[in-house]
Each structure stands twice: as C-alpha cells, then as structure tokens.
C-alpha cells in the first residue's frame, strides 16, 4: 500500500526528482542495469565513474507516464531519495530533499538511507557538475530545478 502511495505521489509531482539530471553511478550499477536489458544511457566519467545521458535534465530512463523504467535495478542514490548526499568542504553533508515522499518516511528510515548514502564513492561525490558531460544548458537547468529541493540537514 505505501509503494503505490509513493507512487501516486511520484505521478503527481511528476518525478520532479528525476528532472535532476540523473544519477552519477559505479560500473556495478551501470552493469546491473544493462545486464536487466535496459539501454546504455552512461558516459564514462571516470574509473568506475559514469553518468547518465540526460535530455534537457530529464533522467533517460524516466517514462512519459512519469515512472521509473528502471526501478527494481535503480541505482542507490535513487533508492535513498529522499535523502541526498553531497561533498561540502571535503566532509559529507546529508539532506531530506523537500519532496512530497518525504513525508511518508519516519525518522529512523531517513536515518538508514543516511547510512546506505555512506556506500557512494567519495570519488563520484567529488566529481559532482564539475566533471559532467552534459551541455552547459542541461547544467544550468539542473541547477535551477535543484535549488527547490533543498530542505533539513539529517
């Protein structure tokens, strides 16, 4: 029942979060996704680096009815949405994102996506926009899309 309400709720918003410009993942990610037969949408960053081709900051596997195409194989920073994890200063700074889903996760569930985040390569973390393959418009679209997101610190 609270999958088909975060569901909903995804619909709803229409995956605003996947508007983000796609996730950075490791080579075992991209693998497991290709591997469950879904196309190549990686750019090589880096050792055990990629990023997904995004169009106009819109995730490659996101379907027009607003679902993830990818779900059962998605990448861990999806699954940790709401929470989000970033360098800031060389130290690793968590966030519950303003999203609608939030609210539907209690406290000890956001702390135990805060500690699966811990499993994100620094390296991938440090690359952040800085290392993106993406055009600069895609870029500045993410950015502004972002800004609204931002919410606490956990």
């Not at 605003?16 to 591997?35: F, H, K, M």
Request: glycine residues 6%; hydrophobic residues 35%; charged residues 30%.
């Amino acid at each position: 029942m609270r999958a088909e309400t975060i569901r909903t709720r995804c619909r709803e918003c229409e995956a605003s979060c996947c508007r983000l410009g796609g996730v950075d993942v490791t080579g075992r990610e991209r693998t497991r996704i290709l591997a469950a037969g879904h196309p190549n949408f990686f750019v090589r960053i880096g050792p055990d680096h990629y990023e997904m081709r995004s169009v106009r900051g819109v995730c490659p596997y996101l379907t027009e009815d607003h679902e993830c195409s990818i779900h059962a194989v998605r990448p861990l920073m999806c699954e940790c949405w709401p929470v989000d994890v970033e360098l800031v200063e060389g130290k690793r700074e968590y966030v519950v994102n303003a999203c609608p889903i939030a609210a539907l996760f209690d406290e000890e569930e956001l702390q135990a996506s805060k500690e699966r985040l811990a499993d994100v390569p620094e390296r991938i973390l440090a690359a952040g926009m800085r290392d993106s393959q993406l055009p600069a418009e895609d870029l500045d679209l993410i950015e502004m899309r972002s800004a609204r997101f931002r919410s606490r610190r956990l």
